[in-house]
């Protein structure tokens, strides 16, 4: 059954990025959204991803009224070229009201801020026809541990979380762990923690996570673990492939750019979990490399999912009647070999 499924790819208007990183500027130009809309249409594409400001710019100064205009609005655009809308995503790490952190900062006015924003995003989410909000929690970490109180910050999430369920009986909220950057320590480092969390709240079945290759990575965890984890509590409800080379910045590569079996292992967690038969995609959260030029701007996501599709053709030739014939003679040196000589090929 897993293996006739058809995948549905998905990427974010901040996926055609400009360039700039920390010590230089843009290298492209900025493009509009609906030319960001047209490329992913014509890369055949099913569905965006959408911060809330990706919907609907300058979203603080906006009422809700306007907020549901200009939502309604891009529902018809997207509608119009056959798109779907994945998720929201309220964007909680650029105001002045999250310097400190969104739902765990230590000033209430800015939790509540925080609470607001991301009711207005769960808005955002149903009138673009989807039931999953996606928290990255960028700054629900410290700089320095003593700054905040680690089990307050913790009963402070399940608050927020608490909040959300409540505001709307089918929203589904899907927690993106990572366990650094832009803070030192980020309290729900890994989807074993945003599993975990999801049990203190109002509603556990409706809090379930996403897993981003290059976060697990950063973790110092194996992407596939953390997908067969996920999926062992029927609970990965997004994923945002990409790769990343080692305990640094966040690469946000392309898809099996710094270590091909290590994706080719994700594709295998996945075929085997059966991801995608509950309408789920496939996201590529993938950035061009700075020195991208324009007119190459598209090949990180092609390339991406040309990767994943070659993988999934891997993955579903994959000799596992060998494979189990080595396992039982715990012959794990021939096994070894056989997975390089598999992704190699003749
Ligand atoms: C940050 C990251 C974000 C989220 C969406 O590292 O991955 O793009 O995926 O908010
Ligand atoms: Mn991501």
């Known amino acids: 059954m897993a293996k006739q499924l058809q995948y549905k790819f998905c990427f974010g208007p901040w996926n055609l990025s400009e360039g700039q990183d920390p010590y230089g500027p843009t290298t492209r130009p900025a493009q509009s959204f609906d030319w960001k809309l047209e490329q992913l249409k014509k890369l055949g594409f099913d569905a965006m991803m959408f911060h809330d400001d990706d919907a609907v710019p300058d979203i603080d100064g906006k009422s809700d009224a306007q907020i549901r205009k200009e939502t309604k609005e891009l529902k018809r655009k997207l509608d119009d070229a056959g798109i779907i809308a994945e998720m929201a995503a309220p964007r909680l790490w650029f105001s002045p009201m999250t310097i ?13 801020y925080a609470i607001e924003r991301s009711l207005r995003s769960i808005d955002i989410a149903h009138y673009l026809g989807s039931d999953l909000l996606v928290l990255w929690l960028a700054r629900e970490g410290t700089y320095l541990r003593e700054s905040k109180n680690g089990r307050r910050s913790v009963e402070l999430l399940v608050e927020a979380l608490d909040k959300m369920l409540a505001h709307s009986k089918t929203i589904r909220l899907a ?3 990572k366990p650094n950057e832009p803070m030192d320590q980020a309290y729900i480092p890994t989807i074993g923690h945003a599993l975990a969390i999801a049990q203190l709240t109002r509603d556990p079945k409706r809090v ?3 897993i981003e290759s290059a976060h697990a990575i950063l973790a110092g965890l194996d992407p596939a673990d953390e997908i067969d984890f996920a999926m062992a509590f029927g609970k990965l409800w997004s994923l945002h492939l990409n790769d990343q080379n080692g305990l640094k910045f966040d690469q946000d590569k392309p898809f099996g750019s710094s270590n091909l079996r290590v994706a080719f ?9 059966g991801y995608g038969r509950k309408g789920e995609c496939v996201c590529f959260d993938v950035h061009p490399f700075r020195t991208t030029k324009v ?3 598209l090949a990180h996501l092609d390339n991406s999912r040309r990767t994943f599709l070659r993988l999934v053709e891997k993955s579903r030739t994959w000799n596992e009647s060998r494979a189990q014939e080595l396992i039982v003679d715990r012959n794990y040196a021939a096994l070894d070999q056989m997975a390089l000589e598999h992704l190699m090929g003749k």
């Open 100 to 112: 400190d952190g969104a739902y765990t900062s230590n000033d209430p006015k800015c939790r509540r």
């Open 175 to 177: 927690i993106e762990p």
């Open 208 to 210: 379930g996570c996403l």
């Open 265 to 273: 292992n994700q594709v295998r967690a996945l075929e085997r979990n």
């Open 295 to 297: 007119e190459h701007w």
